[in-house]
């Protein structure tokens, strides 16, 4: 399919803002901490009141999408923009929170998995394509060749690719599912901005693929949040050419490549 | 609105079979004579606590009964109501190995709820279950049972997720991602969401009455409809229909109701008709969402008038909530299959609990009996938590 080009990335993690803060040994700089959480971030009391944590997160790494993008949310509102969403576990403090009967019913919708990219789409106006997809890496990449699909079909002229990830209110409950991840957890979000581009993009998954995983082992367990921390990494990198990102979740291996570079302008950091 | 058409037209993907488990059939037929004869799916739910609640009556399923070697699934429910769904789909495709290399096989599905029901086992002391809990694990779990190894996607658009999943299976078979697709939705009723709606004073107390002027709210159901897709140029010639047209939208207007203009379910619905190269002039039969809700009938049925223009009074439109609730993650490929069983049969369902029809909803719904009509081209519409709308448009074979 015809491949999309990067306008820009905003990045936010436990590590801190962009690619720059992201570490070269996720389990060295964790020092032992199980979880590195992001604060909440502090966006307007009176209109996020009831939003949880992982919604202001989204919110938060739109906005450092724009800032990297030096636009503002005028560029983005309308049904023009696709807005496509990854998690594997965004929804779980909210699950758990509504099971233990912390918080009262006008908090249930929040336990929707669309609730974090329902509070992006009524801040920014964003009333285009909208799909929402759950699993790990994997999802996230399939978000992205999806987006690819709807600008390639004319659906819409640019698409937003949002995934979020947190894991603190949880961190027990991660802690006996230890064994399928990989170094920290960290919680993350990340949202790309896609527009129509040049070359090709490939996207292919299998099991019997096999992931290096050296963004994990650099950036920790980040899930569906892995694959754009890779993109703004790479991002960094000058005079690529070809670039390729993976990840894996559940034993499936998912990769894409682009045959030629996505980033539209100079080499950006997030 | 949509924007413009793709360059070429996109690959036509066939129906090729379809399962579903529901509380009014847990088999094709069964649920289809269930329709169409008013069946009643609702009844007081036994399965878990409801005392406490304002509302204990909804769309449960008493027991699984179809022949299943269960031992081999896991003790999740979600997973075997999908499982279910996936047997009735293998006897109606006549193969249980679909005809597809187990690689070249996908599974697709939507859910607004997943295996949160394990989450609330996990937290009650049933550690072991915590991975069962993430949402994407049923999906997982069927795609074991049916030995598929191609890829498998969970989507979570809350109550259009069944519309959403078909839409993604339809670009996996076009994009030459897999050969056959089983695509479709489930969600079960736990107590979870029955005390999230029960405090959101959604639920009614009366019966379940979309567009009629006395309808109070809605109330929930639970099941699995599965379809079995594939390139039309391979599907041979035993096909239910044929998926035309997807689309989506978002509201951006609120975190539960829907755009008071229904404006997103019209982008939707507009976009799924540009996808199908159709105008609304060509649809002959909607399934509507119609919870029943004070708030989305109306809005649904504005909508569906400003799309349908002049022809809007003389469509006819029903929707099936009345029978056994609103089963959230499944609705929308629940009402696909009725969209293809419609004109398969020459039969609309009737809008079972509609009675008195509320001047606001402007629309031609199928009241009192079914109405013998043949659908050749159907609208399916959806709406959920978090303003996710979509649409599908479905061809009768």
């Not at chain 1, 966006?43 to 992982?54: I, N």
Request: glycine share 12%; proline share 6%.
């Amino acid at each position: 399919m015809r491949a999309p080009a990067i306008r820009a990335i905003g990045l936010l993690s436990g590590w801190g803002k962009g690619a720059a803060a992201l570490p070269l040994d996720a389990s060295r700089a964790a020092g032992g901490r199980p979880v590195l959480a992001v604060e909440r971030p502090s966006l307007d009391p009176d209109r996020f009141r009831r939003s949880r944590r992982e919604c202001l997160m989204g919110v938060a790494a739109v906005g450092a999408m724009l800032e990297d993008a030096g636009t503002g949310p005028e560029a983005i509102a309308g049904e023009r923009t696709a807005l496509l969403f990854a998690t594997a576990a965004a929804y779980a403090p909210s699950n758990r929170e509504f099971i233990e009967a912390r918080g009262g019913s006008m908090y249930f919708p929040y336990t929707a998995v669309a609730a974090v990219p329902a509070e992006v789409a009524i801040e920014f106006g964003l009333t285009g394509p909208y799909e929402i997809l759950v699993g790990g890496a994997p999802a996230t990449m399939r978000a992205i060749a999806r987006a690819a699909a709807l600008l390639e079909m004319g659906a819409c002229d640019r698409a937003l690719v949002l995934a979020v990830e947190v894991f603190d209110e949880c961190a027990d409950l991660f802690e006996s599912l230890r064994p399928r991840f990989d170094g920290p957890l960290v919680e993350a979000a990340a949202c790309l901005w896609l527009e129509p581009g040049e070359g090709t993009l490939t996207f292919e998954r299998g099991r019997g693929l096999r992931n290096g995983g050296s963004v994990r082992r650099r950036v920790g367990e980040m899930l569906a949040c892995e694959p754009l921390a890779a993109l703004a990494l790479a991002g960094e990198s000058a005079g690529h050419e070809a670039m390729q990102v993976q990840g894996s979740w559940r034993g499936e291996t998912a990769r894409l490549e682009w045959s030629s570079t996505p980033y539209r302008t100079r080499p950006r950091a997030a | 609105m949509s924007g413009p058409h793709p360059l070429s037209e996109p690959e036509r993907i066939a129906v090729s079979a379809a399962g579903v488990v529901t509380p009014i059939g847990q088999d094709l037929d069964t649920f289809w004579s269930g329709l169409l004869t008013g069946a009643e799916g609702i009844s007081p739910i036994e399965r878990f606590p409801v005392a406490d609640l304002r509302v204990g009556q909804g769309g449960e399923i008493k027991k699984l009964t179809r022949a299943v070697d269960w031992r081999r699934v896991p003790d999740c429910r979600a997973t075997r109501l999908l499982v279910s769904a996936a047997d009735d789909l293998c006897v109606q495709a006549g193969a249980r190995s679909l005809d597809a290399e187990p690689e070249r096989l996908a599974v697709v599905v939507g859910t607004a709820l997943g295996g949160v029901e394990e989450g609330e086992r996990a937290l009650r002391g049933s550690p072991r279950r915590l991975g069962r809990a993430l949402y994407d694990a049923p999906g997982h779990g069927l795609a074991r049972w049916l030995g598929a190894r191609g890829p498998v996607v969970t989507v979570s658009t809350a109550c259009a997720s069944g519309a959403t999943a078909l839409g993604i299976g339809a670009e996996m078979l076009r994009r030459g991602e897999a050969d056959a697709v089983v695509a479709g939705g489930y969600d079960i009723l736990c107590r979870f969401v029955m005390r999230g709606f029960d405090g959101l004073r959604s639920l009614t107390r009366d019966r379940v009455r979309p567009f009629d002027r006395r309808r109070s709210g809605l109330l929930l159901g639970e099941g699995a409809a599965l379809l079995l897709l594939r390139r039309e140029r391979e599907a041979g010639p035993r096909r239910l229909g044929t998926l035309l047209g997807y689309g989506s939208a978002s509201d951006a207007a609120h975190i539960a109701a829907p755009d008071s203009q229904g404006r997103g379910i019209e982008r939707a619905i507009r976009a799924a008709l540009a996808e199908a190269r159709m105008d609304a002039a060509d649809i002959d039969f909607v399934s509507a969402h119609g919870t029943a809700t004070p708030l989305n009938d109306p809005i649904e049925a504005a909508a569906l008038r400003r799309v349908l223009g002049a022809r809007g009074a003389a469509v006819p439109v029903n929707s099936i909530k009345g029978a056994f609730g609103h089963a959230m993650g499944a609705a929308a490929a629940i009402e696909a299959i009725v969209c293809l069983l419609a004109g398969r049969h020459g039969q609309i369902p009737a809008t079972l609990g509609l009675e008195e029809r509320d001047g606001a909803c402007d629309i031609d719904c199928v009241q009192g009996m079914p109405r013998a009509v043949r659908p050749r081209i159907s609208l399916s519409t959806s709406l959920g938590f978090g303003g996710c709308n979509a649409a599908l448009v479905i061809e009768s074979a």
